[in-house]
């Protein structure tokens, strides 16, 4: 008799998501569940609340883990934008009739 081995089935639960910004020089975000693209200027970080896009100069990566769903950057930071992910796949339709 052979014995199944079940494993665990990763659930979709959402991670509590915040943004601490210290003296536009220092980022934490938690909620993080993955880095789209980088560079000194522009990081596009996929988050539990939407995409977000950061800006600014001298941006560099301090702390990346998306198991527990952290990241640390550091840097001049000029702005933070979010783009929902519920306006990008309503389009033009969906948006008009809300």
Partial sequence: MTEEIRQP???AVKQP??????????????GVKD????????MIVYTDMGE????????????LNTEAGEL???????GLAYTDDRDKKA?????LFR
């Fill in 72 to 78: 640390n950057v550091t840097g001049n930071i000029f």
């Fill in 17 to 30: 998501h915040n943004v601490i910004m210290e003296d536009r020089k220092s980022l934490t975000v938690t």
């Fill in 35 to 42: 880095v789209d693209s980088f560079d000194e200027q522009t």
């Fill in 52 to 63: 977000l896009t950061v800006r600014g100069t001298q941006l560099h990566i301090n702390r």
């Fill in 9 to 11: 089935i990763k659930s």
């Fill in 91 to 95: 389009g033009l339709l969906g948006r």
